[in-house]
Structure formats: structure tokens, C-alpha cells
């Protein structure tokens, strides 16, 4: 069986047919998903999730964009939240330096503060970096340490970084772009990363995977990226489905 290992279905997209969502999830193979949080309603509802069903799982963050808006209670919230049965890592948190909608010293400033917090709990953190990929990799070069580890998300830099990311700790993501005709980076990133270094995941409701791209994603297009990582690697669907299931049982603590 497959697993999302990121999909906001706390998303207002959701509303209308989350609970049948939710129940199709293992007919549609689909063994577990991670719902992180964007900011604290959106955490709060993942926790929320997670208790109720037992093949979601959460994780609690503020991601980059929602920065502006953090202070030290925030976090004693967050801290709070984590605490929670069925959270299983600190996201999403990092970068976003393509809309800015924070000032970039203060979405550093909270990405490193909640990292801290993550190594404090000793739980993996789930990374979103888009267009901030050296400021994303020096801060976790100086918050290295034994408890450091965790997720790049819809992974985006290029093969060569991957490396870097991966020296740390980190599993790559990918997500619906690597089925897409132009998309030669995350390509690259699926031919050359071992499948050791791998997870897979839709973000939905978001970049939804070729052939479906324009409507809604849902974790059962997580499928596609599977599929498309075997053919560029010549392998079998099964042992990418596989492989990436262990790992992200490994890298979430997950049984
Ligand atoms: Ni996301």
C-alpha cells in the first residue's frame, strides 16, 4: 500500500467529502497520510483529524507565509499540539522567498525557532523551501545536530543540492511536478536520488500529478508520482510503493 506523506485534507476544498475521502482512503490503496499544519487552525484541525481516523496522522507548524504573524505564544502552542497523540513531526515549516508574504528575516527567525522546537521533541520536521534553497541549507547546516532530521517537501531545488539535503538527514519529496512534460529538474532529482533517500506525496489539494492536472488532488493520485519515479529508474511500481512506505515509516516513528 502507498503513502501520502503530505496532504492538507483540512483544506476547505475538502469540505464537502472529506468523511467519504477519508473512508475510500484503503480501497484506494492508500495505507496512511501526514496532514501538516500551515499555521495553528490548520494544526489544530490536523490533530483533530488524526485523532479521529486512524490512517491520518499530523504534524504542527507555521509555515513561512503565516511567519509575519508568530510570537513566543505561538510556539508554546505549537509545543502544546505536538504533545498530542498521532503528531508525528514539526511542519510545515522554512522558506518562501517566490511570494514573500513574510519579511525574509523574520521567516529565518521562526523557521529556526521551530526547528529548535522540533530537536526539543526530538520529532523530524517537514520543510517547505521555495526559491530560498541556500538559506534553507545553511540554516540547517548550523542547527545540525544528532536530533536534526527530516522531510524536503515537493522537493524543487536540483539533484546536486539533494546531496546536501540528504548529508543532513533529510528524505526528498516528490510530489505531482514530476509528472509533468517540462519538469526536467525533479526528473533529474527521481533518476539520480536512490530510492533509499525517497518519499512520495500529493500536497493535495494541490499540484495535482499529469493526467489530472487543473482539478482538485486527492492522496490517491499519489499513484502517479510512484509510477513515474519506476519508469525513470526502470524499476517496478512495487518496489517504489514499497520502498517509500518504509522509509516513511522510518523517518515518521511510524509502525
Ligand atoms: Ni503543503
Redesign the pocket.
Known sequence: MLVDS?A?LDDKRFDNDREDLIKNLRENNIEFIIN?G?DLKTSRKAVKLAKENENIYAAVGV?PHDAGDMDENTIAELKKLAKEEKVVAIG?IGLDYYYDNSPREIQKKWFKEQIKLAKELDLPIII?DRDAHEDTYNILKEENDEKLRGIM??YQSSLEMSKQFIELGFFISLAGPVTFKNAKTPKEVASGVSLDNLLIET?SP?LTPHPYRGKRNEPKHVKHVAQMIADLKGISIEEVIQKTNQNAKKIFGIK
Open positions: 503530505h492538507h501538516p500551515a509555515h510545515e517547505h517537501h515537493c500536497d494541490y
